[in-house]
């Protein structure tokens, strides 16, 4: 859908060392459009980046976070649950997640990665290698999706790579999982 081209980046692609994360009113409206017109999984994953962004660069809480995000943008019970149980497990398995994504990306020192793409990658690498509810495929797809919603130019490939690898390690681990079927990833399917 080219309407996720056209979203704002919402100041994510600034220096992020220098910025507090601030929703002005033109960007509450344009996340909640996004939210709203996305699918039920898809709004607790751009949930879930919201709060985990905000949390890495302005250094709040992110379950504070994700509470105001949730009534900023009036979003469903549902979907501020499943980002509740994304961040949580995000936050629970940080050390873990993070020496997966050091190992997927070795070239790529953490703090030099953008905070955006690191914390779509944290998200996709909890959901492929410790949640382990989804299919691959579909965390995947959905990961190089916000990279292109909310990332630069450069997102959607390097997050694709490094999940590349990170779902060589899944395979590793549990080889049917990655057998995703393609109408799952189409459909988007996923618990």
């Known amino acids: 859908m080219t309407r ?6 919402f100041g994510f692609d600034a220096e992020v060392e220098e910025i507090e ?7 509450v409206d344009a996340l909640t459009e996004l939210v709203r017109c996305s699918s039920a999984q898809r709004r607790g994953r751009i949930l879930a980046l919201l709060a985990l ?6 250094h709040h809480d992110a379950r504070a976070a994700l509470g105001r995000l949730c009534n900023e943008l009036r979003a469903s019970n549902s979907a501020c649950a499943r980002a509740q149980r994304l961040v949580s497990g995000v936050l629970a398995n940080s050390e873990q997640v993070d020496a997966v994504l050091q ?13 955006v793409d690191r914390n779509i990658l944290r998200l996709a690498i909890y959901e492929v290698l410790f949640a382990r ?9 959905e990961a190089v999706e916000l990279a292109k919603v909310f990332g630069s130019d450069h ?9 590349g690898a990170a779902a ?4 590793a681990r549990e080889p049917s999982r990655t057998q995703a079927t393609q109408s799952e990833v189409t459909r988007g399917d996923s618990v």
């Open 21 to 27: 994360p601030q929703l002005d009113e033109g960007d």
């Open 103 to 115: 190992r997927c990306a070795p070239t790529w020192p953490l703090p030099q990665v953008a905070a």
């Open 155 to 163: 997102s959607a490939r390097f997050v694709n790579g490094v999940l």
């Open 53 to 58: 962004f905000e949390a890495d660069t302005g």
């Open 133 to 141: 509810q989804a299919p691959v495929a579909l965390a995947v797809n």
């Open 168 to 171: 060589g390690l899944a395979e």
């Open 4 to 9: 996720r081209r056209e979203a704002p980046a």
